[in-house]
């Protein structure tokens, strides 16, 4: 490639494949000679990004949301290919003590008793959302809400976890963000009764510019290949 200009893929992508696609952006670039240019964000976000006509050559979201995208003309339908199932966990700071989520009764204990607590958007992230509802079901989100700290996505709630200054801070979000985060520790999935594991897919933008490659990469993302760094990112394979 020397002396030639490099293509780059254009992916908008959810927050929870962000570590898996910055561990694989080399070996790709090796692989295709072709640099992945990524955005990462919340669904929501990301979803507002495409309907408003940022350029894209492959797009990561929900199972549920590429599906309507197919549906609607936004993605290359029979293109799609499931990345694996990512749970929503709890994380704390490396080097705190780790909380006892184990259960119902010893999830709400943690959470009234963390000084802060850090998730993404609760009204457009996967995360956000359910996290919301799962402090509603417990009867503490108004007890907790001066202390909740929400940010635009998961990695940004986890970096804020992990610069935190709180005697026992804590932080939920998907299990593929915890695990990317430096200085974030993943303490475990959300007990059975609050579970939440979301299916990620990866699709071909409709308008993608280099359409060829989106579908090298989005089966090379999803194949055997890289199944191992896709466990080792969070995905449920």
């Given at each position: 490639?020397?002396?030639?200009?490099?293509?780059?893929?254009?992916?908008?992508?959810?927050?929870?494949?962000q570590?898996?696609?910055?561990?694989?952006?080399?070996?790709?670039?090796?692989?295709?000679?072709?640099?992945?240019?990524?955005?990462?964000?919340?669904?929501?976000?990301?979803?507002?990004?495409?309907?408003?006509?940022?350029?894209?050559?492959?797009?990561?979201?929900?199972?549920?949301?590429?599906?309507?995208?197919?549906?609607?003309?936004?993605?290359?339908?029979?293109?799609?290919?499931?990345?694996?199932?990512?749970?929503?966990?709890?994380?704390?700071?490396?080097?705190?003590?780790?909380?006892?989520?184990?259960?119902?009764?010893?999830?709400?204990?943690?959470?009234?008793?963390?000084?802060?607590?850090?998730?993404?958007?609760?009204?457009?992230?996967?995360?956000?959302?359910?996290f919301a509802?799962?402090?509603?079901?417990l009867g503490?989100?108004?007890?907790?809400?001066?202390?909740?700290?929400?940010?635009?996505?998961?990695?940004?709630?986890m970096?804020?976890?992990?610069?935190?200054?709180?005697?026992?801070?804590?932080?939920?979000?998907?299990?593929?963000?915890?695990?990317?985060?430096?200085?974030?520790?993943?303490?475990?999935?959300?007990?059975?009764?609050?579970e939440?594991?979301?299916?990620y897919?990866?699709?071909?933008?409709?308008?993608?510019?280099?359409?060829?490659?989106?579908?090298?990469?989005?089966?090379?993302?999803?194949?055997?290949?890289?199944?191992?760094?896709r466990?080792?990112?969070?995905?449920?394979?």
């Open positions: 490639m020397t002396g030639r200009e490099v293509k780059e893929l254009r992916i908008l992508s959810a927050g929870a494949a570590g898996l696609i910055e561990s694989l952006a080399p070996q790709f670039l090796a692989l295709a000679g072709v640099a992945l240019r990524p955005t990462f964000g919340a669904v929501g976000a990301i979803r507002e990004k495409l309907l408003g006509g940022e350029q894209c050559d492959a797009l990561i979201l929900t199972h549920a949301m590429i599906d309507q995208l197919a549906t609607a003309g936004l993605v290359v339908a029979g293109s799609q290919g499931a990345l694996g199932r990512v749970r929503t966990g709890i994380g704390t700071r490396t080097g705190d003590a780790l909380p006892n989520i184990s259960n119902r009764a010893a999830l709400k204990r943690s959470l009234r008793t963390a000084t802060d607590v850090f998730s993404p958007d609760p009204e457009r992230s996967t995360a956000g959302i359910h509802r799962v402090l509603d079901q503490i989100r108004s007890e907790v809400s001066p202390r909740l700290r929400a940010y635009p996505n998961g990695a940004a709630a970096h804020a976890l992990a610069c935190s200054s709180g005697a026992a801070p804590i932080g939920c979000t998907q299990v593929s963000e915890i695990k990317h985060a430096p200085g974030v520790t993943l303490v475990g999935p959300l007990p059975v009764e609050f939440l594991a979301t299916v897919s990866i699709a071909v933008c409709s308008a993608a510019k280099l359409s060829d490659v989106a579908q090298r990469f989005a089966r090379w993302l999803c194949g055997e290949e890289v199944s191992e760094a466990v080792n990112a969070g995905f449920e394979v």
